[in-house]
């Protein structure tokens, strides 16, 4: 099972969507780390997050003080990048895991840094062709998620809404 790390504005996009429960239906593990969990502050989405956690769906790795020090080293280097940001990369790089993260920042960073990133986007595709939803469902949730703001390659959506509207 390939092992996934998740960010902080995916598993708030998720849920906003409602597609947080049919995401971890994917084929994947899914890791995060504590600075991720203590990033969410909204009660309903930490609740799920809880959830996720308490049954076992979702990793969460907590840090020594030496692997603390070896993230505020990369906060440092690129400042723009959170620590909960620099802490999903370091994890990602550390275990050679493939990092879901929306933030385009920690995207190209990561991927400089031979990181393989997916996005936001990449789940929509895994869902519809694991058939966990239907492209009609997919069409109406990313439409969603950028009428609320989620930033997403316009073209790159565009060509989805073309191929799950056929």
Not at 32 to 56: A, H, K
Not at 101 to 129: C, H, P, S, Y
Request: aromatic share 10%.
């Amino acid at each position: 099972m390939q092992i996934v790390v998740n960010d902080t504005n995916l598993f708030i996009d998720l849920i906003h969507a409602e597609l947080i429960d049919v995401f971890f239906q994917l084929p994947f593990e899914v890791h995060t780390t504590d600075f991720v969990v203590g990033e969410i502050e909204e009660s309903e989405q930490e609740e799920i997050i809880n959830q996720l956690r308490g049954t076992g769906r979702l990793f969460v790795v907590s840090y020594s003080f030496d692997e603390v020090e070896e993230i505020m080293l990369l906060q440092e280097a690129v400042n723009r990048l959170s620590v909960p940001d620099c802490s999903v990369w370091h994890y990602s790089k550390k275990h050679n895991y493939t990092l879901l993260t929306g933030d385009n920042l920690l995207r190209k960073t990561a991927m400089k840094d031979q990181v393989v990133v997916k996005g936001l986007l990449f789940i929509f595709d895994e869902l519809v062709r694991l058939e966990l939803i239907t492209p009609a469902v997919a069409c109406i949730k990313l439409r969603f998620l950028l009428e609320t703001g989620t930033r997403l390659p316009k073209e790159a959506c565009d060509e989805r809404f073309e191929l799950w509207s056929s």
